[in-house]
């Protein structure tokens, strides 16, 4: 952890035993993540609340690079609450953590054109002479009706299960352009 964590109690004494135990669950939040730059803790005693006995509170914001990671709960046992809290805050830690980690992933845009429309589905051929299937729901903006056969389009590839398909397909100068230039 880049700062001190911020350790706080309401309307409750701290104690070595809390400190030391909310120390050990800090700890164990840093075992999954170098990225932590600061903690705040707060252990409060709910003063005005409805419910018969303690009703204690622990709040934590944990701030990693670009967001603060929140966990909050309530209940009587002070100790199982910690826990449950750090818990809560593990799990979010490790979402943060893949998040970061995966690679970004970027679709490569196509360009071809259509070459055959049947009811509801057709094919486009890429400027290399392979052929796409595609159906009515992979044209964008429900537009696969306005298609006519010669039009160009762009469209991301993917590997379906008798080929490669198009999804993600709208209608596009690039193909005719390309196509022009390559020709003078």
Partial sequence: MQQEPIIEFRHLDRTDALSHF?????????????????CHVVVELEQNSQHKGKLFRVNITLTVPGKSLVAHQHDED???????????????????????NRPPTRKIVFHGKVVRLIEDFGFIEDQSGEEFYFNNKAVLHDQF??????????????????????QHIRRSDYYLNEASQQSR
Wanted: proline share 2%; charged share 25%.
């Fill in 78 to 100: 002070l100790y199982a609450l910690i826990k449950k809290t750090f818990d809560v805050l593990e799990l979010r830690l490790k979402e943060y953590s893949e998040q970061i």
């Fill in 22 to 38: 909310i120390n050990l669950n800090l700890q164990r939040l840093e075992h999954f993540s170098t990225h932590i730059v600061s």
């Fill in 145 to 166: 009706d306005d298609l006519n056969v010669g039009d160009t389009v762009e469209f991301h590839e993917f590997l379906g299960d008798k080929g490669p398909q198009a």
